[in-house]
């Protein structure tokens, strides 16, 4: 069965009269587009563009990770999703672009950049605590590293997701499958803090919150956006010049779990991934660190 063929291909004759694409190049983009939107409706489950969220786009991009595709590869699919969906926004197949915010990744380099964990501390205690808003972001920020979560599952957490009592978050996840992560007692006391102390504020009469545990400054669902830049401007806060965007956070929490000696499978089960091949990319990164341990402290390294 072919997904959105109809709509993939007015996109390649675009590129073919509007941009004057060679031939190979069309080809690539054609592959890129048609594993892309596969994805999109066979494994997600979305027959209309206008569905498609940066979480989704989110999830493909693990995908493609996990096949240890060139940097330049991962790049030219981004590329194509990119010009794709701002294609779709020009045709008004869907109201907005959800990949704008999706970076190329840097030449050399085909692991995600993750905090070390002093740079987490910095992050993570920058919110002004004494603040409503500050509350808010301290309960995100410790939310996210705390369980991994995805942008999207972040903003579109409900309030009876969390099991207090149990020290527990239930996650509906990819495919609607859902998932039990622990929660640590410092993201606990953030939550907590929040919940009593900044919550009500933000809940505002007439506004509907759809049960949405994290809300705006008026009351409503957060916006992907509002996520963005609580993440970036904490860590410009904290002194952090690295590219940091809402899964560096995921991309740390299974780093940080894996150097403390984590068994692969239960970071798999944490982070909702379907197949292991998605989970080891973390094994790079944790095989990075002990090389840089072993070259920094042992005596002939």
Do not use: C
Request: net charge neutral; proline share 3%; charged share 25%.
């Amino acid at each position: 069965m072919s997904f959105f063929e109809k709509e993939r291909n007015q996109y390649l004759y675009f590129l073919k009269l509007e941009k004057g694409l060679a031939g190979n190049s069309i080809s690539a983009y054609e592959t890129d587009l048609l594993r892309y939107l596969t994805f999109i409706g066979r494994d997600i489950g979305i027959n209309d563009l206008s569905g498609i969220t940066l979480g989704h786009i989110e999830k493909y991009l693990e995908e493609l990770l996990a096949m240890n595709l060139s940097v330049s590869t991962i790049s030219r699919n981004i590329s194509t999703i990119r010009g794709f969906h701002q294609f779709a926004v020009m045709e008004r197949w869907s109201p907005a672009n959800p990949a704008e915010l999706i970076e190329l990744p840097r030449k050399g380099r085909n692991l995600p950049d993750v905090l070390d964990q002093d740079e987490i501390a910095r992050t993570l205690e920058s919110p002004d605590r004494s603040d409503t808003l500050g509350k808010r972001n301290a309960a995100i920020l410790e939310l996210m590293y705390a369980t991994g979560l995805r942008a999207s599952e972040t903003i579109e957490l409900q309030t009876d997701q969390l099991v207090t009592e149990l020290k527990l978050l239930r996650i509906i996840g990819k495919g609607n499958k859902e998932r039990l992560v622990p929660i640590g007692g410092m993201a606990l006391e953030a939550l907590d803090d929040y919940r009593k102390n900044s919550r009500p504020f933000l809940l505002k009469r007439g506004v509907d919150s759809q049960n949405r545990l994290f809300l705006s400054y008026r009351g409503k669902p957060l916006s992907r956006m509002s996520l963005w830049h609580i993440v970036t401007d904490a860590a410009k806060e904290a002194g952090i010049t690295k590219t940091i965007h809402p899964h560096t956070l995921r991309h740390s929490f299974a780093t940080h779990l894996l150097e403390g000696g984590a068994d692969l499978r239960a970071v798999q089960e944490m982070l909702g991934h379907v197949s292991i091949l998605t989970t080891e990319i973390y094994t790079h990164i944790d095989r990075s660190f002990l090389e840089e341990v072993h070259k920094t402290y042992h005596p002939r390294a």
